[in-house]
């Protein structure tokens, strides 16, 4: 892990989560924070979730108090409320209306796994950060108990965590679409800073180096089409695409199979 993590308990609830969590991925628990500490991140659950924490300008005992970053199980601005949530706009265009099983091998903060979730396909979804698929577990656990869920009797999107390109290797039935957001360097001129979301994915993941590779797994592995979501900027990662939708400084390029 190329960041300094700890899991950070201060008195509030079950310690036993904490520990847990702390032998999972290995790393220390503390019971207050030090302001000299060499960590860059902590995990602690906060106000009923699982939250990373950073120590970027933190003074004094309590520092940590406010913020952090959550998996966020909300719709985005402008997505729909409602479930199956109507499949349009580029992403759904991408998917393909017969679609119905999804891999998403890049999962992230999940905001795409759970707009596609959301419009009613199939999910799985492979993260390789084990940091990040502690985020993500706590996030679906969320999603497990929200009304709509309970009352359509639904189940959160299902995860693996581990390297995609072995995952999808060991696959024992091809999903019909499997859908890749790597990391594409930034763009070299002079342009808005990322979210800060991103800025931290990219700590705990560094640069996709293997793209190429987890898109040659992906075409092996999938039944009918590869969906891959890049910068308007950038060259295609798999050559030409058999078909390519436009998004807002993005666009979906799509890999027909067959």
Wanted: proline fraction near 7%; charge should be neutral; include cysteine.
């Amino acid at each position: 892990m190329a960041i300094k993590l700890a899991v950070l308990y201060q008195g509030q609830g079950d310690v036993l989560p904490f520990q847990q969590l702390a032998e999972r991925l290995g790393v220390p628990l503390y019971q207050s924070f030090d302001i000299d500490s060499q960590e860059d991140y902590f995990l602690s659950w906060r106000d009923g979730c699982l939250k990373l924490l950073d120590t970027v300008g933190a003074t004094g005992r309590s520092p940590l108090q406010k913020g952090g970053l959550v998996v966020d199980i909300e719709p985005r601005n402008g997505e729909q409320r409602s479930w199956p949530a109507p499949k349009d706009g580029a992403l759904a265009q991408a998917l393909g209306r017969k679609t119905r099983t999804v891999i998403d091998a890049t999962t992230g903060w999940a905001q795409d796994s759970l707009h596609i979730f959301r419009m009613g396909y199939e999910l799985l979804c492979i993260e390789r950060s084990p940091v990040m698929a502690e985020l993500l577990t706590d996030g679906f656990a969320r999603l497990a108990q929200l009304d709509w869920m309970l009352r359509l009797n639904l189940e959160p999107p299902s995860l693996l965590q581990g390297n995609a390109i072995e995952l999808l290797a060991e696959l024992e039935s091809a999903p019909d679409c499997i859908y890749l957001d790597p990391m594409f360097p930034p763009k070299r001129k002079k342009s808005a800073l990322p979210k800060k979301s991103m800025m931290v994915l990219r700590d705990l993941l560094g640069d996709d180096q293997d793209k190429e590779q987890l898109f040659e797994a992906a075409l092996k592995a999938a039944g009918k089409r590869v969906v891959v979501k890049s910068p308007d900027y950038a060259e295609p990662l798999g050559g030409k695409p058999s078909q390519s939708f436009q998004g807002k400084l993005l666009r979906y390029d799509v890999y027909l199979k067959g």
